[in-house]
């Protein structure tokens, strides 16, 4: 059995500008998670580094370059699951974090619960000191450009999100 | 979204997604991506999934849970993937994508939309593609 860790970044449509970057943002996080497998790492620590790196590329709709709900803010989700125990934990409309897949980590090694929400999540980040970053760090031009294009009447969010079909 | 599945050397599968949402989503709007089976699924005794695409299509045929049902029934990794894929877009009209890994280190990276970005490291190889087919390849 050879270790492996395969990522992904959204289905749907990449625009022709960013295409090169989002190849090279999801070798980047595969690369990552592959570097913690050969040094001894468990699968749910790949998983979760490589997820992480992707957070922080802007090119991808999460962490920093999600996408901005009808108010003009950042909510995101985020889940991790452990194949040995069946494990899970998740955060659901979290802002002012800048990884909620470390967030969801703790989730399933600190609570008994499967999913925290919102404030809930929020105050659970506090309380263990994840810091909280600036709403405006996680949000970029491009995401803020797709916002204001789909706010006219006649948009079709999901359309211009998911494209056509492959 | 993004995501990832990954399994180590002891043959433990993971997963982990994370996501934005929808562009443009009502506020308080919660998609696939939490919750246990459609954003995400791993059992060592199947395999690890990582979805991305329409969350509420997703959730209505809990995507990454359906696709390790499909392998539990003895399907391979991309059987089972473009299998769920395809029962979601027939049922409810969804596109989508989805890595998938089993214990043994088979791993898919499938979808129906136009594109997915994805990359695979293993054995000192990556690979990574955009459009359905592509696999290039280089030494990690």
Redesign the interface.
Known sequence: MLPVVVVHGGAGHVPRTRAEQSLSGVCSAARGGYAVLRGGGSSMDAVVEAVRILENDPHFNAGCGSVLNVRGDVEMDAIVMDGRTLSSGAVSAVRNIANPVQLARLVMDKTSHACLTAGGAQQFARSLGVPEVPQESLITEYSRMRWKKNLAPDANPVECQMGKMG | ???????????????????????????????D????GS??????QS??V?T???GEAIMKVTLARLILFHMEQGQSVEAASDLGLAHM?SRVGG???????D???R???R?????????????GT?H?G???GEDFTQS?
């Open positions: 979204t993004v995501g990832a599945v990954a399994v180590d050397r002891e043959g433990n599968v993971a997963c982990a997604t994370s996501t934005g949402g929808m562009l443009n989503k009502m506020e308080g709007r919660v998609g991506t939490p919750c246990i954003g995400g699924y791993a059992d060592n395999g690890a990582s991305t695409g329409v877009k596109l989508g994508g989805v890595v998938t890994v214990p043994q280190g791993w898919a990276a979808f129906n939309s136009l594109q997915m970005a994805w990359a695979a490291g293993q054995n990556l990574y955009l459009y359905a990690m």
